[in-house]
Nanobody, 124 residues
Framework: QVQLVESGGGLVQAEDSLRLSCAAS????????MAWFRQTPGKEREFVAR???????RYSDSAKGRFTISRDNAENTMWLQLNSLKPDDTAVYYC??????????????????WGHGTQVTVSS
């Protein structure tokens, strides 16, 4: 059974940085694209960034230039470096494993394994 566990969230001020981690059970990363999403109450889960099994990355417009996604397949760990945080970045951040290429990666339905999330709160 695949397990994904996020950590690293917290309460920070605007312009601060955080580094989120996603630890996976052994072998969970092998050959899979991985991604970060975020969600605020009453809103749909929103795509943030994706990293392919070969390291190729893609970012949402809001993440581009401020966030960096990375992974270490040998350690079964993925990270999301959050810089220049804004109050609008406040959300629960989730890591996820993609299971299909037929659904665009910006949609949560393309992913079948999710962690429980880590809360990021940015004060102004």
């Amino acid at each position: 059974q695949v397990q994904l566990v996020e950590s690293g969230g917290g309460l920070v001020q605007a312009e601060d940085s955080l580094r989120l981690s996603c630890a996976a059970s052994e072998g969970a990363f092998d050959g899979y694209d991985m991604a970060w999403f975020r969600q605020t109450p009453g809103k749909e889960r929103e795509f943030v960034a994706r990293i392919g099994h070969n390291g190729e990355t893609r970012y949402s417009d809001s993440a581009k230039g401020r966030f960096t996604i990375s992974r270490d397949n040998a350690e079964n760990t993925m990270w999301l470096q959050l810089n220049s945080l804004k109050p609008d970045d406040t959300a629960v951040y989730y890591c996820a494993r993609r299971y299909t290429l037929t659904i665009p990666e910006i949609f949560p339905s393309a992913f079948h394994c999710w962690g429980h999330g880590t809360q990021v709160t940015v004060s102004s």
